[in-house]
């Protein structure tokens, strides 16, 4: 780090960052036919797989009937499906839709294309640097004080586990 920093600026330069790159990654977007509350459902969905509208209303942060009501927006939209929970019948799961596939697929493609295009004007050591910063945001965004506010996977009834990532079926 440059010595002549102040470490007392790193909390409040690294969330003004990180707020003007997710903000430059959102004018990037390659569809605007969701709201970015609806598309960070259907991103979750993509990342997590398969969840019951409680488990994402979980770990989106928002409160069931806030879920429940981008939920039927989506379905409306034809953008993800309800269909019926395999051992609980009082629950639902939630899935990807072919047009929500398609619709994470332009969005990711928008914003890589430009980050992409940005990242080739680094230097090796600059891209090495960054990264490096991947893991450590990663390390902050998992970080123990959130354990309390969203349950680990199997309390949350995803189908499938983290990784799961939903593909196309002929």
Same mark, same amino acid.
């Given at each position: &780090?440059?010595?002549?920093?102040?470490? *007392?600026?790193?909390?409040?330069?690294? /969330?003004?960052?990180?707020?003007?790159?997710?903000?430059?990654?959102?004018?990037?977007?390659?569809?605007? /036919?969701?709201?970015?509350?609806?598309?960070?459902?259907?991103?979750?969905?993509?990342?997590?797989?398969? &969840?019951?509208?409680?488990?994402?209303?979980?770990?989106?942060?928002?409160?069931?009937? /806030?879920?429940?009501?981008?939920?039927? #927006?989506?379905?409306?939209?034809? &953008?993800?499906?309800?269909?019926?929970?395999?051992?609980?019948?009082?629950?639902?799961?939630?899935?990807?839709?072919?047009?929500?596939?398609?619709?994470?697929?332009?969005?990711?493609?928008?914003?890589?294309?430009?980050?992409?295009?940005?990242?080739?004007?680094?230097?090796? *050591?600059?891209?090495?640097?960054?990264?490096?910063?991947?893991?450590? &945001?990663?390390?902050?965004?998992?970080?123990?004080?959130?354990?309390?506010?969203?349950?680990?996977? #199997?309390?949350?009834?995803?189908?499938?586990?983290?990784?799961?990532?939903?593909?196309?079926?002929?």
């Amino acid at each position: &780090m440059n010595e002549n920093y102040d470490a *007392d600026r790193l909390p409040g330069d690294l /969330s003004l960052v990180v707020v003007r790159l997710a903000r430059r990654l959102r004018g990037r977007r390659g569809t605007k /036919s969701v709201s970015l509350t609806q598309l960070s459902a259907l991103n979750t969905l993509h990342h997590e797989g398969p &969840m019951t509208p409680g488990a994402l209303a979980m770990a989106e942060r928002v409160q069931p009937p /806030s879920m429940t009501r981008v939920i039927a #927006s989506l379905t409306e939209l034809g &953008m993800v499906r309800r269909e019926p929970h395999p051992t609980d019948g009082r629950q639902a799961i939630v899935t990807l839709a072919e047009r929500g596939i398609d619709a994470i697929s332009a969005e990711l493609a928008a914003r890589e294309e430009w980050l992409s295009r940005r990242l080739a004007e680094l230097t090796p *050591d600059e891209r090495e640097t960054l990264e490096k910063v991947v893991g450590i &945001m990663d390390k902050i965004i998992r970080g123990d004080d959130d354990v309390d506010e969203i349950a680990p996977d #199997s309390a949350m009834g995803t189908v499938g586990g983290r990784g799961y990532r939903l593909t196309r079926t002929a």
